[in-house]
Every structure is written in structure tokens, then in C-alpha cells.
């Protein structure tokens, strides 16, 4: 069964750090790509970063570079997210996506992890 499984959210102040995590387990072909996505309240959800498995090519947004780091371990099919100096505009439910850059298979989402910043 495949499930996508984010995790390291929670309540940090203005300027703090956070880092996400995303475990992928179930799958039984290779992973091309990991993202991550945030949806805030009363707005639609935007991309944050991804990250190819084979290469490593990364994406930003570009108003989250420089403070937000994407990175994988393969061998863990894991996919972290470092957040730093955070604001409560990053405030936000992050979600993980993993693609397998086959359109017959798809990509699957998780259920999202709260990342609260405020005082």
C-alpha cells in the first residue's frame, strides 16, 4: 500500500526554524520527483520545492529562496524540508507530493502537516 507520510510541523515563533520530513513507502517503482506544497488558510495551495531522486535537480519558489532548503535520502525514499527565519505568512498545512514521472502511475499526495508561526 503506498503511503506518503509527512511529519516535523508544529507551532514556532516569528523567526524560528522548522524541518518537515516526508516518507514515502509502498512503492513499487521508482520515485522521479518529491515536492512540497503549502495551503494556507482561505487561499489555494502553491508550490514550496521539489526534488528529483536521480539528479537532485531543485526548484524553489521564488519567494522562498534562500530560506527554505529542500533535500532527499533515497534510501530512505524521504524528502526533508528545512525552514528557516520564519514568518507568519509561511503559516500554512505543507503537504509532500510524490511523482513518479509516469503518467500511467500518477503522483500521490499526503495528508499534510500544520506549520503554525506565531508569538
Known amino acids: 500500500q503506498v503511503q506518503v507520510v509527512e511529519s516535523g510541523g508544529g507551532l514556532v515563533q516569528p523567526g524560528g526554524s522548522l524541518r518537515l520530513s516526508c516518507a514515502a513507502s509502498?512503492?513499487?517503482?521508482?520515485?522521479?520527483?518529491m515536492s512540497w506544497h503549502r495551503q494556507a488558510p482561505g487561499k489555494e495551495r502553491e508550490f514550496v520545492a521539489q526534488i528529483t531522486t536521480a539528479r537532485g535537480k531543485i526548484t524553489y519558489a521564488d519567494s522562498l529562496k534562500g530560506r527554505f532548503t529542500i533535500s532527499r535520502d533515497n534510501a530512505k525514499n524521504t524528502a526533508y524540508l528545512q525552514m528557516n527565519s520564519l514568518k507568519p505568512e509561511d503559516t500554512a498545512v505543507y503537504y509532500c507530493n510524490v511523482d513518479s514521472g509516469v503518467s500511467q502511475i500518477g503522483n500521490y499526495w499526503g495528508q499534510g502537516t500544520q506549520v503554525t508561526v506565531s508569538t
Open positions: 509502498g512503492f513499487t517503482w521508482s520515485i522521479y520527483e
